[in-house]
């Protein structure tokens, strides 16, 4: 299912934090929210998921604005994995995972069979399952990602929204969650501050600085040296990795900073 930010504005306290914003996602696309610090990507995703509503313009996905879907219809179509994302009661793994199907039940319902597998494989699949019975507040930082992630999945939503989701996260555990992002095959929009990340993940990628797009397009046609240097700040080389072709960003120290080291 398509996602669509139709002209978003966001005003807080007076400031505008998102600027007209259009950006499509397209269905079963990965599409990235890149920026510095302040650039408005979490306002942006918060409009998505519910968090936030726009005071002009509309967040649509399948063309219907969201405003209009109700949020129950919006919370089974729509799973996020946020900054704040997080438990302040002891659940076990498998407990806080099995909150993924609560838009889908009803009362005290049960889970099915069904819906108990769905919540292994899940566990499985984000390398949890040894921790099944684990109290969530003793977990590490990168192993309460992956809960929470395979929570999100759970949900079987059409849209997967993600703020930041290599954060915690080892080496492996980064390459693996972004690798399995291209499997799913649902609408997927992520915020990465790794730019080389992104490169590697995303479809298309969206540039935003002071709450505007700059740029949109694929990782390609975005992350060029002159785009890195106005929007970030930094001098960078871009080259082609030599197994996927992606662009890869090689950033230089300046000389006054590696002699103050």
Known sequence: MDLRFDGVSVVLNGKTLVDRLSLPVGSGQVVGLVGPNGSGKSTALRCVYGALKPHVGAVRLGGTDLAELGSRRAARAIAALTQESSSEFDFTVTELVELGRFPHLTGNQALTARERELCR???????????????????SGGERQRVLIARALVQEPAVLVLDEPTNHLDV???????????????????????LNLAAAVCDRIGVLSAGSLVRAGTPAEVLTADLVREVFGVEVTVVDHPLTGDPQLLYALTSDRRSSV
Do not use: F, P
């Open 121 to 139: 494989d899940a566990m499985d699949r984000l390398d949890v399952t040894h921790l099944a019975e684990r109290g969530v507040l003793s977990l």
């Open 172 to 194: 492996r555990h980064q390459i693996e969650l972004l690798s399995m992002l291209r499997t799913l095959g649902l609408t997927v929009l992520v915020v990465l501050h790794d």
